[in-house]
């Protein structure tokens, strides 16, 4: 049994599936999201629909369960579980595999949870759209200057990946359809990039991140380093280091934690995330495996500290793929069909699109930035991409796309389910 049908869940599954193996995955949801193009999504250049692989028809003969783990009991090998519908029931299982993803964190932040969108979510990436949209449309015809102000300035917070591209490809977006809206100004359109960091994608390295931090600034983007969130009303925000904006958008991008399944197993964790060996299994849980966002997977390709301890791979899709094809096979290794080994894999690198023919990765140490490097992600997004026709899809939305944005919003999605505390189903 699979719980989730994230990068690392899906993959397993598939994988267990071509190996002949009996599978059931409980997911809340009824599609694997490619979130990378999530960005893409929320400015209208990838259709939603492309950037959903769905479950059934994908994973051969998989049972599929919709519903939310609420609970395992290890002794009894069952899973419980709240379904679509509301009722309860329980699941039995032989092995299980963990995969349940993560979900946004969100700090102790007065009115965040209350007024902030996220970006894990096809549901989020399209409210955001429309939403901005509608602000820019609505701000064309508002005279009153501070619920114009208000109307055109938009924040996000977080300048790690998903942030940086969703705020770079934004402001394109919306620089690039201000001529059809004469009664706004260039300089009325205001978008933040708020972060507690010293540097924007530290992890590109800090020559990428500098690169992407002036390009940033090129599009007029008011960067806010070493500095966070202190407040959020429905129509202002207050940041740490004593700023006032008025402001009706703000999106969180900051980071995630732990699925709430796994602290409540009762089982230990490291760094909010369930502790296994280099096998993928629970220590005294042989039946028990657990990958992605929701396992400690120790690091085989770097050195132990003083004290014997790995590093832990990063929480990111690349491992959580491979992730998902070692755990198949130990699993399948388990009973009795070939032998286990430790998940061992070295990085590939990162991929980052910031919009228009601008991008930054790393591809095998490499540091790219611009066309290069655009061609390097996109191309990568599309070998990732686990079906032929979802490849094709999204290859026809780039290319269909143009070079202005479309800025027709449909209004489809209302602001409550766009909200991180119910779009994101994994929430308790």
Not at 61 to 86: C, E, M, N, P, S
Not at 394 to 414: E, I, K, M, T
Request: net charge neutral; aromatic share 4%; hydrophobic share 40%.
């Amino acid at each position: 049994m699979v719980i989730g049908s994230g990068f690392g869940g899906y993959f397993a599954a598939r994988r267990l599936r071509r190996q002949g193996l009996d599978v059931t995955v409980l997911s809340a949801t009824d599609g694997m999201v490619y979130a990378p193009l999530l960005p893409d999504v929320a400015v209208g250049a990838v259709d939603p629909r492309s950037a959903v692989v769905p479950l059934t028809g994908t994973l051969g003969r998989a049972r599929i369960v919709r519903g939310r783990a609420d609970g395992v009991d290890l002794d009894a090998r069952q899973v419980h579980y709240t379904g679509a519908d509301g009722s309860t029931a329980d699941l039995p299982y032989d092995r299980l595999l963990l995969a349940p993803g993560s979900v946004t964190r969100l700090l102790d932040i007065p009115g965040l949870a209350d007024h902030a969108i996220g970006l894990k979510t096809v549901t989020e990436a399209l409210y955001l759209r429309d939403h901005v949209l509608g602000r820019i449309e609505a701000a064309s015809a508002m005279d009153d200057p501070d619920r114009r102000r208000a109307a055109l300035t938009f924040v996000v917070v977080g300048a790690g990946y998903a942030g940086t591209e969703l705020v770079a490809q934004m402001a394109r977006m919306t620089g690039q359809l201000l001529p059809l809206h004469p009664r706004i100004r260039p300089g009325e359109l205001r978008w933040f990039l708020v972060d507690v960091a010293p540097a924007v994608m530290p992890e590109l390295g800090s020559r990428l991140g500098e690169d992407a931090l002036q390009l940033l600034r090129r599009r007029g983007v008011d960067v806010r380093l070493k500095t966070s969130v202190q407040r959020v009303t429905a129509d202002r925000v207050t940041l740490t280091d004593g700023t006032e904006l008025d402001c009706t958008t703000v999106v969180w991008c900051a980071g995630v934690t732990g699925n709430p399944l796994v602290s409540s197993l009762g089982l230990p964790t490291s760094k909010g995330r369930l502790v296994v060996g280099a096998d993928l299994t629970v220590p005294g849980h042989p039946e028990l495996f657990a990958i992605g966002d929701a396992a400690a997977v120790p690091d085989l390709t770097k050195d132990p500290d003083r004290d014997g301890h790995r590093p832990l791979c990063p929480p990111t899709a690349q491992h959580a793929m491979r992730q998902a094809t070692a755990a198949a096979r130990n699993i399948a290794a388990s009973l009795g069909r070939g032998r286990a080994r430790p998940y061992h894999h070295h990085d590939l690198g990162l991929v980052v699109d910031l919009g228009g023919p601008d991008a930054a990765a790393t591809p095998l140490g490499l540091h790219l930035a611009g066309r290069t490097a655009k061609v390097v992600t996109r191309g990568y997004h599309l070998y990732a991409l686990p079906t032929v026709r979802r490849r094709a899809r999204v290859a026809a939305d780039w290319a269909l796309a143009g070079p202005l944005p479309d800025d027709v919003s449909f209004g489809a999605v209302d602001r409550d389910e766009a909200l991180i505390t119910t779009a994101e189903a994994d929430r308790p």
